[in-house]
């Protein structure tokens, strides 16, 4: 794991970039070939933006965020602290899009309410898979490859499916937890234990071996 | 094609220097072509439109007025949007049935060795984020294609639909938002008022002409 120790790390954007000069990037980001970064958003240390990136105004990304190429992550999405989203992802902001009003006229932003998505603390989504907003994905949750997510996502769950469902649990590892007692699952990669209560998982914080 | 309304006065394309329009393609006014945006040659669009980063416009492809084309769709060739189309991210409408690199004797296909076949897209519809059409297919006027939904029969006007392949979920007005059951056995838009009836899978609007 990488830690916020050592000397302040400089930022690296590629030359064909397209980065605002009214965003902010913590320092050690890097921003790869074509990516968009828009105006007003902020990028916390340590972030990785890939190619073709798109981030969209005002848009937050949490300390050591990773977002692979062509991922589309349109404003007001939020991510917390290492979030990975898969190449291709995309983030939606708006829940009834349309081109034009029903009279026929071109929509402005004025004309709709923004929605986002948000992703909390070391959340990952896999590749292609889209969110619709408005939604929050919870801690340590895992969506497939490809999923399509029409709502919000408990913390350490497994996604998968159009439109997702739950279909296991995960461990922070990102690791499928083995079931192991009456709401009791292990992880295999950590030994770690976690409790299952009302469809809700939580670290036990103890190893009854 | 219906036409629609145009606001504002007209004015010039803007082009973004690092897009590339073809020099054949009409481009109309006050229609937006951002970065690394292609519209390929003979291509026509009509005038308001938005053609976001990096999306792709085949060669003929025929836009209507006001439409919005987001960041990386792909729209290839013969496809056809009328007036006020959106088209979310990523999205990709295909042409060919049966794709293959080369023929049945391992030869690469050339244009002579495939038909292609297009989307048509009628007035007002709205195509969800990384959504596939695959063509032929016909989405109807103000229909809507769930974010992620793989098209692959004809939609028809008003009509929802989700999922791959992708299945009818609801109704839509205008607006966009699912529309309201009445007791009476009417639908109504809950944005605009507007009433519908359906029969036989066919919604129509009270007032429509057809």
């Known amino acids: 794991m990488t830690t916020d120790a050592g000397a302040v790390r400089a930022i690296w954007i590629a030359p ?10 913590g320092d050690g980001s890097t921003v790869a070939d074509r990516a968009q970064v828009r105006e007003f958003a902020r990028l916390g240390p340590g972030c990785a933006i890939g190619r073709a990136v798109y981030l969209g105004p ?22 917390e602290e290492r979030v990975h989203v898969g190449p291709g992802a995309v983030f939606t902001n708006d829940r009834y899009p349309r081109a034009v009003s029903p009279a026929g006229r071109r929509k402005t932003t004025a004309d709709w309410d923004l929605v986002g998505v948000t992703v909390r603390t070391g959340a990952s989504v896999g590749a292609n898979a889209v969110c619709v907003a408005p939604l929050t994905i919870g801690r340590w949750a895992v969506v497939a490859d490809g999923s399509v997510v029409t709502a919000d996502v408990p913390e350490y769950a497994l996604m998968d499916g159009i439109p ?15 079931h192991v007692g009456p709401g009791l699952f292990r992880c295999p990669v950590t030994g770690a234990h976690y409790g299952e209560h009302n469809g809700t998982l939580h670290p036990l914080g103890f190893a009854p071996r | 094609m219906l036409m629609m309304p145009t606001p504002g006065t007209a004015g010039h394309a803007l082009i973004e220097p690092t897009a ?71 999205v990709v409408f295909t042409n060919d049935v049966f794709p293959r690199a080369v023929n049945p004797d391992t030869s690469i296909k050339d244009a002579d060795d495939w038909h292609s076949v297009g989307v048509h897209v009628g007035t007002g519809a709205s195509i969800g984020a ?13 229909a809507l294609v769930a974010a992620g939904a793989v098209v692959t029969k004809n939609v028809p006007d008003y009509a929802v639909v989700a999922g791959v392949p992708a299945r009818r979920i609801g109704w839509v ?36 002409p057809r």
């Open chain 1, 16 to 25: 064909s970039a397209d980065v605002d000069p009214r965003a902010v990037l």
């Open chain 1, 58 to 79: 005002g848009v937050i990304l949490g300390r050591q965020c990773t977002v692979q190429d062509f991922a589309l992550l349109y404003e007001p999405t939020l991510l």
């Open chain 1, 164 to 178: 997702a469902r739950r279909v296991h649990w995960v461990g922070q590892s990102g690791a499928r937890l083995n």
């Open chain 2, 20 to 90: 590339d329009v073809d020099a054949t393609a009409e481009v109309g006014a006050d229609t937006r072509v951002w970065h690394l945006a292609q519209v390929r040659e003979h291509a026509t669009i009509g005038s308001g439109c938005i053609l976001g980063r990096g999306s792709y416009i085949g060669p003929g492809v025929i836009l209507g007025s006001n439409c919005k084309v987001q960041n990386y769709a792909l729209i290839y060739e013969p496809a056809v949007l009328e007036d006020g189309v959106f088209v979310g991210p990523a």
């Open chain 2, 130 to 142: 990384r959504a596939v059409c695959i063509a032929p297919v016909s989405i109807g006027r103000w």
């Open chain 2, 173 to 208: 007005g205008r607006a966009g938002i699912p529309l309201r059951a009445e007791d009476d056995g009417r639908l109504t838009c809950p944005a605009t008022g507007e009433h519908f009836h359906e029969r036989d899978g066919v919604l129509m609007a009270e007032g429509d």
